[in-house]
Nanobody, 127 residues
């Protein structure tokens, strides 16, 4: 499985950014994929996760109502639309996947295997 995140950058508070994760090579359709972030000095946080089998989604409390996760299977991409950004959203955002997990489980118990993670992209929210 190959994962590659892109779309990070600088945004002003209240602004928007859209992240994309190019994802391909899954062994079956029973995978769950999601976005995670880690700010300097803070624990990694599950932001939003999506189960490919049924489209079920999970959002972390800090992003509910502001972020939207979606997939485009025709382009093999997972997207994260981030609106009303706050300085606290500043972090490195990465995508990761696991087999057969629920969206809640992936976001709250992310995989340990390094080959289930893609490279991150930096999001900075600052005026």
């Amino acid at each position: 499985v190959q994962l590659q995140a892109s779309g990070g950058g600088l945004a002003q508070p209240g602004g928007s950014l859209r992240l994309s994760c190019a994802a391909s090579g899954f062994p079956s359709n029973l995978y769950t994929i999601g976005w995670f972030r880690q700010a300097p000095g803070k624990k990694r946080e599950g932001v939003a996760c999506l189960a490919n089998s049924d489209g079920n989604t999970y959002y972390g409390d800090s992003v509910k109502g502001r972020f939207t996760i979606s997939r485009d299977n025709s382009k093999n991409t997972l997207n994260l639309q981030m609106n009303n950004l706050e300085p606290e959203d500043t972090a490195v955002y990465s995508c990761a996947w696991d087999h057969g997990a629920s969206s809640w489980l992936l976001c709250n118990a992310p995989p340990d295997r390094s080959d289930h993670w893609g490279q991150g992209t930096l999001v900075t929210v600052s005026s």
